[in-house]
């Protein structure tokens, strides 16, 4: 009993060690040091380089993480608001935003347990971008794999699709000279240079411009709605019927789901294992610009926003209407990279080419940009779109997915005794079971109302605007 004991407790340091290690950017196997910063591509030596290139700190996790979390749907939201109604979208924007708090933990305690098993069998890191699906694979098995990159896969592929549809709908309301499938060519031609930009860890300079731009729309929206004032005889009626209900809950479900990219972002950081911190900072930023926005933008417009998903569409030209146009196309563009990123990489491992030289690796990923250039033109549903992809694919990829898979993982005693992460005083406050609980209840809520219901209203409104408005439309809601 007293050798079990001993063996346990070198165990235990044994695990502390490495999470230690991993936080401090570095692992070791032996007496050999790897080094776990990502493939960058080009090196830079000077400060400048550095400065600007390369960003693996906390602060610049908060930032990718932000820019990921919240950008287009700041248009749609008030929307979402009409067709739910007041209490309900405050509702479903704390909840939702609050179970993704829940599922990123377990998703980087995944990641975690993930890379120490990895490096403790002597895998080096050191020019490979680890990515969900191979997570999964590893620690539950390949139908987990198969699963999660399909569905993963899809939902980055869609949310990159929706960044040049939502580029096109907001240059249309800057100048309706040319319609929206002509902007659509257009800035599906400027998001294809993203493929110049090697992982995640190099968006240090465009993640921080994707923040204040977002920052500065919504604010913008607040501000103007007060200044406008309550529109006369502007109604209030939402919700009124069960498919607009379930179209406005699942585009708020889209705007939490934005910890797609959660898994890359991690492995870009230099101190992976504080991401769940990261990521709590990250949805009360995106709270405390989203709610005001949309409380206000409602109330201002009432129920035409039914009919208008673009929220742009509601206010008078101004040159800080024109500016917030112009900085949410900026933050898209932005936006499109983050969420390519993951089809990009995943492509170039199945093509062999992942360890190749950085002008080979950004060759190769000029066909999945023009796939997407592709799928924009022929889906210029902007606010539908965001609804079906919520309700189909995000919910189980970033909110049914990773509950299954924490509680596979750990399930049995002996892998929670083995895990690499010591519980936080979270875990302990609540103990296994606890835990167990929670992602039951998450599974069983969001495959109700997100896969269901959700599925239900989404995809009848997409059929909607199909019949009215048919593939490859040259103007959507012109």
Known sequence: MGDQLKGRSAATNGNAQHLKDVENGRTTHGA???DTTPVSGPEGGNFWQRALWHGGSVYDAWLSASCAQVGQVILTMPTSYAQMGYKWGVFFQIFYAS??????????????EYRTRKEREGVDFSKHVIQYHEVLGSLVGNWAKRASLFFN???VGALSVVQIIACASNAYYLNPNHDKRTWTIVFGAVSTLVVFLPTIHNYR?????GVLTT????WFMFISALVHGQTKGATHAGPFNIVSF??????ILFASGGHAITIEIMHAMWRPARFKYVYVFCCLYVLSITVPHSVTVYWAFGDVLLHKNNAFAVFAPSHARSTAIVFMIM????????????LMLFWEKL????YSHYLVRTACRVPVALLLWLLALAFPFFGPLNSMIGALFMSFSVFIVPCVAYIITFWTPKSRQNEAETPSKFRRLIGWWGIVAISSLIVVIVAALGSGLGSYASVENIIQQIHQFGLFDKCYQC
């Open 246 to 251: 379930f179209t406005g809950t699942t585009n």
């Open 32 to 34: 050999k040091v790897l």
């Open 215 to 218: 920052t500065y729309t919504a």
């Open 99 to 112: 179970v993704g708090i829940f599922t990123c933990y377990l998703l980087a305690r995944l990641y975690v």
């Open 153 to 155: 896969i899809v939902t």
């Open 331 to 342: 933050h898209q563009a932005v936006a499109f990279g983050l969420f390519s990123m993951p």
């Open 205 to 209: 300079v465009w993640s921080l411009m």
């Open 351 to 354: 093509l062999g080419l992942h």
